[in-house]
């Protein structure tokens, strides 16, 4: 992109909005499959996919078909009506797991906001249990609302935002032991992610996963499961926790939903499901006609074209060659974690400079935690692209060892 037509638009962004967001350098013009064009027509392949989204793809055909079908038939009329797009969804979403209900919103933050202020009013409703706290992980992320943010374990997303929400407790991830200790009579519940995204990708493993269920149903409160990131056929099953046969109580989702289409979703079993009563919440948007329509199609392609079982082989093919890659090039690549298309390839330096020179050699993948280049792709991204960015980012490690 000419340094000209960026500036152009950075001084335009500048006059008219807040500021909140660290810009790439790139302003995008359109997207099509796993390549983006910016303004000056350059190509990019994409490994980000709107931070795990656009899972089917940019501008996906079958998706823009419905688009342009259920436009022409209903948008909104808001959750006082009955609409057959969300009971469609619903029973898409349901039949993915064992869970009974479903709850409809507009982001990933909404669905875990949904989360806490479902466990906190079945404890308190349905269980006559004065239990409020949720206790969360380090360096988790559950977005940017008051509750979430005070659920998440991360202090840097906090800072100029106290006081915090109250009710909320963060421990060490990994320890078991720190999680059962600051389990009271006050806890309601334990919100965790499978693979924890923004937090670098670092997977769960089955005996930690696993011994917090056990503690969970030991304590006798409920178990909840962030799915906004590694949720819908991303990490190779259709939901994360499924890696490790776990049951929750709840579990969010969000991100991949509606394939850019603003939708998130909590599904909860019968039982905790009873904490929600009419008027005990609602949203304004959440499960429009449209978006529900998309989103119902959404499931539909990942399960035809078993998008998990590709996102398992791709995924792992492209793990084991950065691992070889590491094993060539020793000293540059410190980790290569993930699951499925969710993979973190974390350098044994600050990678700001390769995340850089991969964005001028036409490739986008993001920077997490100043040493971790973060990989979200397509589930449908062609292997060639892959293939293309391994190699590329193999020039660049071995020109750095040079």
């Given amino acids: 992109m000419s340094t000209s037509s960026l500036d152009a638009v950075k001084s335009r962004e500048e006059s008219l909005l807040c500021r909140g967001y660290g810009r790439y350098p790139i302003a995008v013009a359109s997207g099509k499959g796993s390549r983006l064009t910016d303004i000056d027509g350059k190509e990019y392949v994409d490994l980000l996919a709107g931070i795990a989204v656009t899972s089917l793809g940019h501008c996906n055909e079958e998706l823009a078909q419905v688009i342009e079908k259920q436009a022409r038939k209903l948008i909104h009329v808001s959750n006082l009506f009955y609409q057959e797009e969300q009971l469609d969804l619903a029973e898409e979403l349901l039949s993915l797991a064992h869970f009974g209900k479903a709850f409809f ?11 806490i202020k479902l466990a906190r009013r079945y404890m308190q409703r349905v269980r006559n249990r004065d239990a409020y706290e949720i206790i969360t992980l380090d360096k988790a992320f559950h977005g940017r609302t008051y ?28 320890d078991l032991n720190a999680l059962e200790a600051a389990i009271t009579p006050k806890t309601a519940a334990v919100l965790v992610e499978i693979v924890q995204g923004e937090g670098g990708i670092r997977p769960m493993y089955a005996e930690y996963a696993k011994g917090i269920e056990a503690l969970c149903r030991k304590k006798d409160i409920l178990f909840l499961v962030d799915e906004v990131q590694g949720g819908l056929f991303r990490t190779g099953k259709p939901w994360a926790f499924q890696h490790f046969d776990l049951r929750p109580d709840a579990i969010s989702c969000a991100k991949a939903l509606a394939n850019g289409l603003p939708m998130g979703a909590i599904m909860a079993t019968d039982e905790v499901a009873k904490g929600f009563v009419t008027g005990s919440h609602a949203t304004t948007f959440g499960g429009g006609a449209l978006p529900s329509a998309v989103a119902a199609a959404v499931i539909r392609i990942m399960k035809r074209d078993r998008l998990d079982e590709r996102a398992a082989s791709v995924g792992g093919a492209f793990m084991e060659r950065m691992r070889r890659l590491a094993e060539s090039l020793p000293g540059t690549i410190r980790e290569v974690r993930g699951l499925g298309l969710m993979i973190g390839v974390e350098l044994a330096f600050p990678a700001k400079e390769v995340w850089e020179e991969l964005i001028r050699r036409g490739f986008i993948c993001n920077l997490s935690h100043e040493t971790v280049l973060r990989l979200l792709p397509a589930l449908n991204i062609p292997e060639e692209d892959l293939t293309a960015f391994a190699d590329t980012l193999e020039d660049i490690l071995a020109d750095i060892r040079k």
């Fill in 147 to 174: 509750a979430t943010m005070a659920a998440t374990g991360q202090e840097r997303f906090q800072d100029g935002f106290a006081p915090m929400p109250e009710g909320f407790k963060t421990v060490p991830w990994g």
């Fill in 105 to 115: 919103c507009n982001s990933g933050a909404e669905a875990n906001e949904a989360q």
